[in-house]
């Protein structure tokens, strides 16, 4: 963004235009400081954290600072619906309203995995591809193919049509969409990619076109999975920029997690081998094919869960099998010429072996900084696996995130306990050094009493500062937490009896409007038969049907409740009498056969320190507050969180800090105040 193309203008100039532009929008204290603070960071080039509670409206808090910088400034989303929230309303909104004090229309972009665009290199061979992922050799399965060989030729056509006038080539954007099946017959995942210079489509690559476009943008969004995956690839695919805006700032760090681990199945060595066979010897192909023959078998021989003494012979065995066939292989394929008769498919082959390869080689040195553990399905499908994951993302994130730019990471939850010290670490940064006066922004200082919390002067540590601007809720008048002291430790898996007895009192005393989180999958499906049984409410339950029809139905028929695990515990947003009354039925702690968990607690256990106050608090406490937040979304919002885990009330050392690290309800442990409180809602 060239100087002499813009006005003059500050950060609460913009922000003032763009909160003009936002129906019924106003002032908001925290808002405000969030601008401030962002703004300071800009200018000092200070990593900055920022806990902005729900209704802050940090969105516009971060983007107008970033429009004074110079260059792109890269913002990544953990979720599909903020970054379609930002793209398709916070961003268009925002460029028409600044146009005037800005002095120009500011531009934004997209940007997303190859794998979402479409390629047309293999769009013409989309034809002649098996779907190898799907169509395995026993009876069954090709029996199941035939009936479903019609449906995916005719999504192929439509590809075909599609890819003649689309202009983008963005998956998004094809409405009707297709499936993953046919999707993949024509999209390019980046690895297998030979790049513009070798493809002979690479003058029209749709994905090049999208990176060509995020190089001239004011703002570029992306998302943490590929944020991550840059990382891990020296920073070669994000535009160089000066400013990085993590949103949902807590999930980064699993991200990344997910983008270093990796995987062997059987399935997938059978892949690789087909996908390879033209360029490579029979003799190499058999021995792929006997490498994932050991591997089935050294997967049927060990149950799963993690490996805490090393492969076992089997799977060793298995192993070193792929590593020789793979390398081998890889020995035959050689370099990929421009000359070559199919630069494409000999790429996709060279890839897949080389993946395994990488993974073969990670798993056999069994480095002190890997886990490796044996996954195997609970859906019925017979998935198993052999995966390796880092120990910890904190050096990579340390190493890769912070040098030649400025961050700022802001989530509703970044505070634990009252701290930010543990999602610091978790991010890759030093612990805080004690809270610097002089760093407080002017509109802290001047914000109404309330509106920042004991938090608010950012604290500096070793080129780094923290900020907390609260919410703008009142919830200690708007919310209620109980926590159900008097009932037994839940110690089996699934509802306790006595938790599903304190459930239907609250649920009845409310007429429903019930969101519930449950630790487990058969907790849900019992809490589901009991209020069936026993209530004449609508009840859904998550899987029944799919998660957005269920989310529009609890909105839409109040007397509903929705039940569901891990998934809704982050993404529901109903706000209004629809959701009055949010129960969570225990403290959602890593089961302890969560395998980087586990491995992640021994390790501090090791260390001399507790891996329990260490590792499964934090990831509880953070869990927690997610559910938590699910009940107030708006102003005008009230209701309970009633938790049915006595330990948040009764345990020593960690209950309290669970309970510092939620919003500040009234709190009470007396069953006949949430009752009182759910009743007169009920009739209001």
């Known amino acids: 963004m060239p100087a002499a193309t813009r006005k003059k203008a500050t950060a609460d100039q913009l922000l003032a235009a763009a909160v003009g532009a936002v129906p019924g929008g106003g002032e908001r204290p925290g808002q405000q400081a ?31 600072p970033s429009l004074l910088v110079d260059g792109p400034v890269v913002v990544s989303t953990a979720t599909l619906a903020l970054q379609n929230q930002l793209v398709e309303h916070d961003l268009p909104r925002l460029a028409e309203a600044v146009e005037p004090v800005l002095g120009r229309r500011p531009t934004f972009a997209v940007l997303k995995g190859r794998h979402h665009y479409l390629c047309l290199a293999k769009m013409e061979h989309a034809d002649e591809e098996q779907p190898t992922d799907t169509l395995f050799d026993d009876a069954p399965r090709a029996t199941q193919w035939l009936g479903e060989a019609g449906k995916l030729g005719k999504q192929i056509q439509r590809l075909h049509a599609w890819s003649e006038k689309t202009t983008t080539g963005d998956r998004d954007e094809l409405d009707p969409g297709v499936d993953e099946t046919a999707w993949r017959q024509v ?15 690479g003058a029209e690559c749709f994905a090049e076109a999208s990176r060509a476009r995020a190089r001239e943008a004011d703002i570029v969004v992306t998302n943490h999975s590929l944020l991550a995956v840059d990382m891990l690839a020296d920073r070669h695919i994000v535009p ?13 760090a699993d991200r990344v997690s997910s983008a270093a681990q990796a995987e062997l199945t059987p399935e997938a060595i059978e892949r690789s081998s087909r996908r390879a066979k033209p360029f490579i010897p029979p003799a190499t192909a058999e021995q792929l094919a006997e490498a994932a023959d050991a591997l089935t078998v050294g997967l049927a021989d060990h149950p799963a869960g993690r490996l805490t ?43 897949a072996l080389s993946d395994l390869s990488d993974t073969a ?19 019925g499908n017979g998935r198993r696996a052999l995966v390796v994951a880092p120990l910890s993302v904190a050096g990579t994130l340390a190493q890769g995130l912070y040098a030649d730019r400025t961050v700022v990471a802001t989530s509703a939850t970044l505070t634990l306990g009252g701290r930010f010290d543990t999602v610091a670490r978790s991010l890759g940064l030093p612990a805080a050094a004690p809270a610097v006066p002089s760093a407080r922004s002017a509109v802290a200082e001047t914000a109404a009493p309330g509106s920042l919390t004991a938090d608010a002067p950012p604290t500096a540590g070793d080129g780094w500062t923290s900020l907390d601007v609260g919410s703008p809720f009142d919830y200690p008048k708007q919310g ?10 839940p110690m089996a898996s699934g509802l306790p009896d006595a938790a599903g007895e304190e459930l239907l009192k609250l649920v009845e005393a409310i007429g429903g409007r019930t969101l519930g989180l449950f630790s487990s999958r058969k907790a849900a499906t019992q809490a589901a038969e009991l209020l069936r049984a026993r209530t004449d409410l609508p009840i859904l339950l998550q899987g029944e049907e799919a998660l957005p029809l269920l989310v529009r139905k609890f909105r839409e028929v109040k007397e509903s409740c ?38 992640r607690s021994a390790a501090v256990d090791a260390a001399g320190g507790s891996g329990f106050a260490s590792v499964s608090v934090p990831i509880a406490a953070i869990r927690l507050a997610q559910g938590v937040g699910r009940l107030i979304r708006s102003k005008g919002d009230k209701g309970v969180v009633a938790v049915l885990d006595s330990r948040l009330e009764t345990a020593r050392g960690y209950g309290a800090f669970l309970r510092k690290s939620l919003p500040p309800f009234w709190y009470t442990t007396k069953p006949e105040v949430a009752l009182g409180a759910l009743q007169r809602l009920g009739k209001s």
Do not use: N
């Open 187 to 201: 999209s390019m995942p980046a690895r297998d990619c030979v790049g513009a210079q070798k493809c002979p489509y």
């Open 480 to 489: 209620i937490l109980y926590v159900a002291a008097h009932l037994p430790r």
């Open 562 to 599: 929705l039940f569901g695990v891990m998934s809704l515990w982050q993404g529901v947003d109903v706000p209004g009498e629809a959701c009055q009354l949010v129960v969570i039925d225990r403290l959602p702690f890593p089961r302890p056969d969560e395998p980087l968990a586990a491995a």
């Open 361 to 379: 080689q990670r798993l056999l040195e069994e480095s002190d900084f890997d886990v490796a553990w044996v996954e195997k399905s609970d859906l």
């Open 34 to 64: 969030m601008v401030a603070a962002i703004d300071r960071a800009i200018r000092d080039r200070e990593h900055l954290l920022v806990q902005a509670g729900t209704g802050t409206g940090k969105s516009l808090a971060y983007l107008t």
């Open 240 to 252: 160089p920029h000066k400013l990085l805006v993590i949103d949902e700032a807590h999930e980064l």
């Open 309 to 351: 003494s090393g492969l076992p012979d089997l799977l060793r065995q298995a192993v070193t099998l792929l590593e020789a066939g793979t390398r081998a292989g890889l020995t035959a394929i050689g370099d990929i010429k421009g000359d070559d008769p199919d630069p494409v498919r000999k790429q996709q082959a060279k890839t």
